[in-house]
């Protein structure tokens, strides 16, 4: 059972930087691949990356490379997605979640995690 609450969330000019955080509570935190995703007004939640148990590995959407990072800290339990060179069309709530389960790639897909966090709003204005 992973309990998972974001933060770091606010407003921000485009081309700044937010960090998020993603805090777990709960049993083997290191056990789970982690993901971020993103739901702006009136479109589906997307996908934007994920990280492997270990933090070895990564994935990210294409709309994010070279601009987002995600990384973790299992001694602390956290996941953080470093976003710099922030758009406009960055501007959405964003949530963490967890995979307890996942096969050769890293889950990208929203049945793919078990948990999820409450969200935090990003907003990037010119």
């Known amino acids: 059972q992973v309990q998972l609450v974001e933060s770091g969330g606010g407003l921000v000019q485009t081309g700044g930087s937010l960090r998020l955080s993603c805090a777990a509570s709960?049993?083997?935190?290191?056990?789970?691949?982690m993901g971020w995703f993103r739901q702006a007004p009136g479109k589906e939640r997307e996908f934007v990356a994920a990280?492997?148990?270990?933090?070895?590995?990564?994935y990210y959407v294409d709309s994010v490379k070279g601009r987002f990072t995600i990384s973790r800290d299992n001694a602390k339990n956290t996941v953080y997605l470093q976003m710099n060179s922030l758009k406009p069309e960055d501007t959405a709530v964003y949530y963490c979640?967890?995979?307890?389960?996942?096969?050769?790639?890293?889950?990208?897909?929203?049945?793919?995690?078990?948990?999820w966090g409450q969200g935090t709003q990003v907003t990037v204005s010119s």
């Open positions: 990280i492997s148990q270990s933090g070895g590995s990564t």
């Open positions: 979640a967890a995979a307890a389960l996942f096969s050769r790639r890293l889950p990208t897909l929203l049945y793919e995690y078990d948990y």
């Open positions: 709960g049993r083997a935190f290191s056990a789970y691949a």
